[in-house]
């Protein structure tokens, strides 16, 4: 077997020599550019390595204030004195932690590579050491931190004897926490877990506002060709600086589930996507075919109720995905090496397809077929005015059914298709979000001011930074709305507690806030990275298997984890989970702590994972069996009725049916279900506790019990 050194330095090897050539063109990832004070810019990297490039501060014709400390400084490689210089579509950079620790960061169109080592700069002097295998100089040498262009004593392309030539740049926070997350993430001997690398990141945030990092609010803004600095940091008397529009200042930076939230003195506050939308796995996993599925009462359903009682008020679907057709890299901490595959989360990396693993026009249709108008908002036309629209706040209706797919954060923040510019232009960002609000003020004045935000710092949207691949060099903020604006929507007559919303989005659900300003009929959202082709299969089985008469939402939720527990297929519904579970993806009640389901009982949100079905009370096998049984009737309220007969003639006294009533045999699941299974059983098919039921009631949410 091949060691782990060598595989290592093979892939080192193969890396530089792309980085060297600049091999590949455009990859279908990108990230926040890299442009070096001589305006040559870097390209993203691939698809499986999704990933932040540093993007350095231009300087124009005015040089770039001499940084207080070494940290402040990146330094970008130019050429070895061999002679090999670094392609147009490449970058490698050279980072300094204030913790003493060295990134050496390289990336290109189809590849990342980082080493680590630690550095020491005492009296104008630089230490350098790293240790890996591939990478290894140990060289103590004169630094002069106002140069520009320097040259420090060891090649990058090579082991041997020789210097390399850098050119000095700065960093904006936020895409320094990127770069600093991404070279963790790109050097596998790191030993780092991704929370860890989460906490450098905002580390090295921190430190920049606590040392009084001028790079901290200084932002570069493209104007007339030359570049201008801006920051409420400097005055115009500041020698050599042409000082533009103020930025505002940075109070805090706070670490969310996989990013940082950055809120400002005066200004919208930031969230930093730093892991997110895990690509398609690369280990995905084929169901197999259970012992029941050929039976043909798998497909029996039985005739719609008529009673809508449970179904939402509304019979509008809506689908807005920001991010359906143009492609977006959703950040990742799994990274796909040669012969070696890391792993976060169940999830592996693979290819990001841009539609995910969801069939908008085949569930539209299937909706349509139950009396649904569905509705989209799909890539740029996801913007505000059309979300506002689509969730209601024009009509004063929520929709039925809502599924929003797109980026997402734990403090519950949504970003939409408003493209606000790159993140190297946080003030061009900040306007076209001020436009943005300016545009519905018209019509929502108080969308603005809500819950005391004012024009300059709304609470109800904010800026999300992403990356993105049809343009390779750079990441991009995207306007997002908060938790607020969907209490903004209730405020409106928005009210979303007949509705079902599945919110396609990764960790948005590992904090409550999210669900509680939705505060939903039937909620579904994720607390943890997931890969949209599952994230897309969700959606689909929400769909398929509720248009189907009194199946709940909540019976969908049990099927989901049943199916990704077995990794069998027994209603054909479940082929949609076909080829889009990680084989790493737990296959216990673990995985009912990455997708959460909630229905409101009209003041409280009852988890799905503890209650009902999943209880720890009952066995859910036993009642999926009772269920099953009871559709076999073809009318739900008959199927319950004789549930309820087998009960009081033979269960209640632990007696089997046998000979003696063919179906009370047929539906007994293995064994004497209890009182409360059947309860509940009933509780599922008609909404009403046919048998006394003594677990938590969970709220019943259906979507074509009516009919069309």
């Not at 530089?16 to 990297?45: D, K, Y």
């Not at 540093?54 to 940290?71: D, F, H, M, R, W």
């Not at 680590?116 to 931190?145: C, I, M």
């Not at 996989?258 to 892991?275: C, F, Q, T, W």
């Amino acid at each position: 077997m091949v060691s782990q050194v060598v595989r290592r330095a093979a892939l080192i090897a193969a890396g530089l020599s792309i980085v060297v050539t600049a091999c590949g063109g455009p990859g279908g990832s990108g990230h926040p550019g890299a442009t070096t004070p001589e305006g040559s810019s870097g390209t993203g990297a691939p698809t499986s390595s999704a990933q932040a490039l540093p993007t350095a501060q231009a300087q124009g014709s005015q040089p770039l204030p001499v940084p207080s400390a070494i940290e402040q400084a990146v330094y970008f490689l130019t050429e070895d004195s061999s002679g090999t210089k670094v392609g147009s579509d490449s970058q490698i950079t050279l980072m300094f932690e204030p913790n003493g620790r060295v990134a050496l960061y390289a990336a290109s169109s189809t590849e990342e590579l980082s080493h680590h080592g630690t550095w020491q700069y005492n009296d104008d002097r630089l230490s350098l050491k790293f240790t890996d295998v591939d990478f290894k100089p140990d060289a103590t040498f004169e630094l002069n931190l106002a140069d520009s262009t320097v040259t420090m004593p060891f090649l990058v392309f090579g082991t041997g004897t020789g210097t390399s030539i850098w050119k000095r740049g700065s960093l904006w926070v936020v895409p320094k926490t990127m770069a600093v997350f991404a070279a963790d993430a790109a050097d596998p001997d790191a030993g780092v877990t991704p929370d860890q690398a989460l906490d450098e990141a905002v580390g090295v945030a921190q430190a920049m506002i606590d040392s009084g990092d001028p790079n901290v609010d200084v932002v570069p803004v493209a104007l007339s060709g030359a570049f201008r600095l801006t920051s409420a940091r400097r005055t115009a008397g500041d020698a050599g600086l042409s000082v533009g529009s103020p930025s505002p200042n940075i109070d805090s930076v706070s670490k969310l589930q996989d990013g940082l939230h950055i809120e400002y003195e005066n200004g919208p506050a930031i969230d930093v996507a730093l892991a997110g939308w895990t690509a398609e796995p690369s280990d995905a996993t084929a169901l197999t075919v259970g012992p029941i599925a050929s039976d043909p009462r798998v497909r029996l359903d039985p005739a719609r109720p008529g009673n809508g009682k449970d179904d939402p008020a509304n019979k509008r679907a809506v689908f807005i995905v920001p991010f359906a057709s143009r492609k977006y890299v959703g950040r990742n901490w799994t990274r796909l090496l040669p012969n070696k595959v890391l792993t976060w989360a169940g999830a592996q990396t693979g290819l990001i397809k841009a539609t995910g693993g969801f069939s908008w026009n085949g569930e539209a249709d299937k909706l349509k077929g139950v009396g649904y108008d569905v509705a989209r908002a799909f890539d740029a036309d996801a913007n505000l005015a059309k979300i506002i629209e689509l969730l209601g706040g024009k009509s004063s209706s929520a929709p039925g059914l809502v599924i929003f797919r797109t980026h997402g954060e734990s403090n519950g923040d949504l970003s939409t298709g408003v493209d606000l510019g790159p993140t190297t232009d946080l003030a061009g960002a900040e306007e076209k979000l001020a436009a943005a609000l300016k545009e519905v003020s018209g019509t929502y004045p108080d969308l603005a001011t809500f819950e005391g935000g004012t024009a300059a710092k709304p609470k109800t949207v904010s800026l999300f930074a992403v990356e993105r691949n049809d343009d390779p060099k750079l990441g991009e903020f995207f306007l997002a709305i908060t938790p607020a604006f969907w209490r903004w929507l209730d405020s409106h007559g928005a009210k979303f507690d007949r509705s079902l919303v599945y919110i396609a989005a990764c960790s948005t659900d590992a904090s409550p806030d999210l669900r509680k300003a939705v505060h939903a009929g039937a909620y579904f959202g994720w607390a943890a990275d997931i890969n949209s082709i599952l994230a897309g299969a969700v959606g689909n089985y929400l769909i398929d298997s509720m248009v189907r008469p009194t199946h709940t939402a909540k019976d969908a939720y049990y099927n989901i984890f049943r199916i990704v527990s077995t990794r069998q297929r027994i209603y054909d519904e479940d082929q949609d989970f076909e080829m889009a579970i990680s084989g790493g993806l737990a296959k216990s009640t673990g995985f009912l702590d990455l997708l959460h389901g909630y229905g409101w009982d009209g003041s409280a949100l009852v988890p799905y994972a503890t209650s009902g079905w999943l209880d720890r009370k009952m066995n859910p096998g036993n009642v999926w069996w009772l269920v099953f049984a009871a559709r076999w009737d073809q009318h739900a309220p008959d199927g319950a009725d004789a549930l309820v007969k087998c009960e009081m003639t033979y269960w209640q006294v632990h007696e089997q049916a046998g000979l003696r009533d063919a179906f009370c045999n047929a539906a007994a699941p293995g064994g004497v279900p209890s009182s409360d299974e059947v309860g509940y059983a009933t509780f599922v098919l008609t909404g009403k506790q046919l048998v006394p039921y003594s677990g938590i009631e969970v709220p019943r949410l259906t979507l074509a019990d009516g009919g069309t």
